[in-house]
């Protein structure tokens, strides 16, 4: 994240943080063959058929990790560096392959999370007891989802119940951290009903580096899924709320706290319209808010979207699906006295051609944007890929996209009306082989151009003054290798990455983004105990200082893990973090945790397993036939 984010969050609620994390290969190696994902191509696609690269993480990954939020997931892949201004419940966010923390686009079951105010999604407020599945696709995707996709896309979709039963887990640790949660679901007939609701309460530690007292954190998520059968349609109602508080430390070091609320609702429509064409329509939103308790400093962000997507199957090896949505964005901010309003509309339409023959692979995407602030913008991705025999694909990808400015760059503190939209230009080429005995491996280089970077800059020291302009270029080069084996009670996987995250402008390397890193995990299964061992290792990072920028050192993060089946319905779960006691930093002056123990009791019940895997984004539905839906979701997919 450059200086702009990071004097935004002084401004407002402390200092800026930004995050990255390395690609994966596939999230369960073990099934390699029965991920379906979504948020690549807006509609349902093994994941062996998709070209862009792609992260999944499914449930029991998600429960192996003991993660708090998705950030704590996501750190240990490679190609995405986690920034986090201190303890639990602080300023989170994802740079994802060297590109800005605000140019990767957060969904939350398909709605965008990313506030129309600081541009960074609050991944902090969402509880990863609650969180089914995490998708990742990496590289521009504005052409399929607008404005915010220049580095790639985040779809967290929540927690599924169970087809019978219910699910529950409590469990403690350091720096006084109480978690709790509850899920279940039932089906009856067409209709199916899943919720959850997962509660953290942590006293945490000094977010700053220069103070003493302790930060905590107070949060409670809840999600709720129906989803029915109307005559031959689909309909769907989801949604999700992170309800809760963040203590923190000023610019000052005085002490600070905030309330946050963030939510999302949605209503779709699926429904078939002959036997080679699927329609669906959608209604989503989206509330972010904090409010700060020492001050009358607020950050509001209402949007409301409605969209629709046609899907059709021209031939056995060609389908096109055509879509579109229109939103409308509220922001409103209070920030040191600096007052903004902002009412924007816009509009996005695209347009995709997918062809499967034989060996070759091909897809190409073009979408249309018209944005109130930013104006009129067509933005494509083409795709190649050559199948050389079974297990071996070659693929060269190609893409731009574009984030409009957000509200605050234009009228909130430094904000800067005449600014022109970020823009950027991909390319990508790799091969994926898939051996005999649960071997995986992955290599991709990849170039990224963004042109009209937005950076606060600073005009005075004493008064401090400054303001949003576009000054930068950067340049992102980079090569990235996954191995991946799992076999019998035994899986693996390594994940590197070199890049040069650089801008063009300065010449000096982008903040908080490192060279290299690498991350390894290991997992073994003894009978009903699993133990897994995470290794995140990284390079130094530059980061923004007064009045010089500094480094921040490399480190070595390891975290152990193991779960213990008591009984068929019971489990013990520890998790033992930053084993090593590591002292590192995210982000210039602010703490991380040294080592610390969470253990938990999980007791399941039900004998079902999830009963759904995947989402289709609301604001361009997963147009289907509930047949075809249905049979994407095999339970074999994913274990609990």
């Known amino acids: 994240m450059g200086c702009r984010m990071f004097v935004r969050r002084f401004v407002f609620i402390a200092a800026s943080a930004t995050a990255l994390t390395p690609h994966a290969l596939l999230a369960d190696p073990a099934l ?52 986090r201004n201190g ?121 700053r580096t220069t103070d003493d007292v302790d930060r905590g954190f107070h949060n409670l998520n809840t999600t709720a899924q129906l ?48 036997e080679a064409l699927r329609g669906s329509v959608t209604a989503s939103h989206f509330d972010d808010n904090i409010e700060q308790n020492q001050s009358p400093d607020y950050l509001t962000t209402n949007r409301n979207s409605v969209g629709a997507q046609f899907d059709y199957d021209l031939s056995a090896v060609q389908s096109l699906s055509a879509g579109g949505m229109a939103i409308r964005e509220k922001a409103d901010s209070l920030s040191y006295g600096e007052s903004m309003k902002a009412d924007t509309s816009y509009a996005n339409l695209f347009v995709q051609d997918r062809i499967s023959s034989g060996p070759h692979r091909a897809l190409l995407a073009v979408g249309y944007t018209n944005h109130e602030t930013a104006g009129d913008h067509v933005t494509w991705n083409g795709e190649y890929g050559y199948m050389l025999h079974e297990g071996t694909l070659l693929y060269g990808l190609a893409g731009t996209g574009f984030r409009a400015p957000d509200a605050t760059d234009l009228y909130g503190y430094g904000g800067n009306p005449v600014l022109d939209p970020e823009r950027s230009f991909n390319i990508e080429a790799g091969v994926r082989r898939r051996f005999d005995g649960g071997h995986a491996l992955s290599l991709s280089a990849f170039r990224n151009e963004i042109d009209d970077l937005i950076e606060f800059v600073v005009l005075s020291y004493d008064p401090f003054a400054g303001q949003n302009r576009n000054v930068d270029r950067a340049r992102i080069e980079g090569i990235e290798a996954a191995y991946e084996y799992a076999s019998g009670p035994w899986s693996a996987r390594v994940e590197a990455i070199y890049q040069d995250p650089e801008n063009l402008t300065t010449g000096e390397q982008l903040y908080r983004r490192a060279r290299q890193s690498l991350t390894v995990a290991l997992a073994r299964s003894f009978g009903p105990v699993d133990l897994g061992l995470d290794v995140l290792a990284t390079g130094e990072r530059k980061d923004f200082g007064f009045p010089q920028p500094v480094t921040l050192d490399s480190y070595v993060l390891a975290n152990v893990t193991a779960r213990w089946k008591i009984t068929r319905a019971m489990s013990l779960v520890a998790r033992l973090e930053n084993a090593l006691n590591e002292q590192y930093e995210l982000a210039s002056t602010f703490n991380t945790p040294d080592r610390g123990l969470y253990v938990s009791v999980r007791y399941a019940p039900g004998t079902g397993g999830p009963t759904a895997i995947v989402a289709a984004p609301p604001e361009a539905p997963l147009a289907t036939s509930r047949d075809a839906y249905s049979a994407s979701l095999r339970p074999a997919q994913v274990t609990r």
Do not use: C
């Not at 979504?38 to 862009?52: F, G, H, I």
């Not at 740079?95 to 902090?124: C, E, K, W, Y």
């Not at 995707?141 to 887990?169: F, H, K, M, P, Q």
């Open 32 to 83: 390699p063959h029965e991920q379906i994902v979504v948020t690549a191509t807006r509609v349902p696609v093994p994941l062996q058929e998709v070209l862009v690269p792609v992260l999944v993480i499914d449930r029991n990954a998600i429960e192996r990790s003991g993660a708090a939020d998705p950030g704590d997931i996501l750190r240990f892949h490679a190609g995405l560096e986690l920034g």
């Open 227 to 274: 989803r029915t059968g109307v005559g031959a349609a689909d309909v769907s109602l989801s949604y999700w709320r992170a309800d809760g508080t963040t203590e923190y430390s000023d610019f000052f070091l005085a002490p600070v706290d905030q309330d946050f609320a963030n939510s999302t609702a949605t209503i779709a429509v699926d429904f078939p319209l002959g």
């Open 87 to 207: 303890g639990p419940g602080q300023t989170t966010a994802v740079f994802m392959r060297g590109a800005d923390s605000n140019h990767t686009l957060v969904l939350v079951d398909g709605v965008r999370i990313n506030p129309g105010t600081i541009g960074l999604a609050a991944l902090q407020s969402i509880d990863a007891a609650n969180i089914e599945r995490i998708e990742v696709v990496k590289g521009p995707r504005s052409a399929l989802y607008g404005t915010d996709a220049i580095g790639g896309v985040i779809n967290v979709i929540t927690r599924r119940g169970t087809d019978s039963g219910w699910a529950a887990e409590v469990g403690y640790g350091d720096y006084d951290t109480t978690r709790a949660s509850l899920s279940g679901g039932f089906n009856s007939g067409k209709t199916e009903l899943d919720f959850g609701a997962a509660w953290t309460d942590s006293q945490g530690f000094p977010t």
